[in-house]
């Protein structure tokens, strides 16, 4: 069973200054999406960023980036010019595709809790 | 396009009573999928569907019973409550897991 660890339970970091968040995982699969969500305080979901594993292009959204090291199973979310708004848990999940026999559940890391501080 | 739906968004019960939480989504995803959030242990996955009329267990079933009858709904059944049920509760769908799946607003339910 594939599992993902988020090391950080807790960060913090000062406005406008670039935190990153570490994640790593564990399978055997070749092909696999990964996800970092955000949850604010109103504890809505929020999808931040997906990278697909068989590519090697690291992902990019604005200002959120990942850094995905396939042979070292990590993937950490780097945001630049930390925002008030970007204070939240955020969580690193893993998804086997139906393509490759999984059923496309995701599996969540413990999340880490970040502050950005005025 | 409302999204994902849940109703209701708070919930207390006593031990032993039964209820249903309410999900429905109108993207006419296939996969929908219930997720409870306990403190320091992330989401785990309770059940799951990819499409209608197919159901199947996912890491913390037990409990809890679903139903997949339309596309749209995809209701959660606690057959007797229990404290250890005390969390928050969230449904997602998706089109295509590789892109991700859509949450709703959770509901969190209370067990006394």
């Known amino acids: 069973a594939q599992t993902v660890t988020q090391s950080q339970p807790e960060m913090s970091v000062q406005e406008a200054e670039t935190v990153t968040l570490s994640c790593t995982y564990d399978t055997s699969e070749s092909n696999y999406y990964l996800f970092w969500y955000k949850q604010p305080p109103s504890r809505q979901m929020i999808l931040v960023i997906r990278?697909?594993?068989?590519?090697?292009q690291n992902a990019t959204e604005n200002r959120f980036s990942v850094n995905f090291q396939k042979a070292a199973k990590s993937f950490s979310l780097k945001i630049s010019d930390s925002q008030l708004g970007d204070t939240a848990m955020y969580f690193c999940a893993f998804m086997k595709p139906r393509s490759q026999g999984g059923s496309e559940k995701l599996v969540f890391g413990k999340g880490t809790k970040l502050t950005v501080n005025p | 396009n409302a999204g994902v739906t849940q109703t209701p968004k708070f919930q207390v019960l006593k031990t032993g009573q039964s209820m249903t939480l309410q999900c429905a989504q109108d993207m006419n995803h296939e996969y929908m999928s219930w997720y409870r959030q306990d403190p320091g242990m992330g989401l785990r996955l309770i059940h799951y569907s990819v499409g209608a009329g197919i159901t199947d267990q996912g890491e913390v079933p037990n409990g809890y019973n679903v139903s997949r009858s339309t596309t749209e709904d995809f209701p959660l059944r606690l057959l007797s409550a229990a404290p250890s049920q005390t969390s928050v509760y969230f449904c997602a769908s998706s089109y295509s897991g590789k892109f991700g799946q859509f949450f709703g607003p959770g509901t969190r339910l209370t067990v006394l």
């Open positions: 990278q697909e594993a068989y590519k090697q």
